[in-house]
Nanobody, 121 residues
């Protein structure tokens, strides 16, 4: 069983910064793409940032230039550095990975439990 544990959420003032962490554990042969999603109250979950196994990244337009996604394959961790935070960034943030649990098996989607980020004065 593969599990993801998230940390780093909390309350921050507008213009502040936070770093979210997501660490995978369990039997994992390899990890493909890793990403961060967020869901604000009454809104659909949206992709915020993703990083492929090759290290290429992509971001939703609203966070470009402010957020940075990175991964540490040795630690099986994906990070999201968030700068210049705005109230509209307030949401529950979820990490997701594509986990290959056995050689030659296809990847399975694994979600973190979510961590709340609140940007407010």
């Amino acid at each position: 069983q593969v599990q993801l544990v998230e940390s780093g959420g909390g309350l921050v003032q507008p213009g502040g910064s936070l770093r979210l962490s997501c660490k995978a554990s369990g039997t994992i042969f390899s990890i493909g793409a890793m990403g961060w999603y967020r869901q604000a109250p009454g809104k659909e979950r949206e992709l915020v940032a993703m990083i492929t196994s090759f290290g290429t990244t992509d971001y939703t337009d609203s966070v470009k230039g402010r957020f940075t996604i990175s991964r540490d394959n040795t630690e099986k961790t994906v990070l999201l550095h968030m700068n210049s935070l705005k109230p509209e960034d307030t949401a529950v943030y979820y990490c997701k990975i594509g986990a290959v649990v056995k050689q030659d098996w296809g990847p399975q989607e694994v979600w973190g439990q979510g961590t709340l980020v609140t940007v407010s004065s």
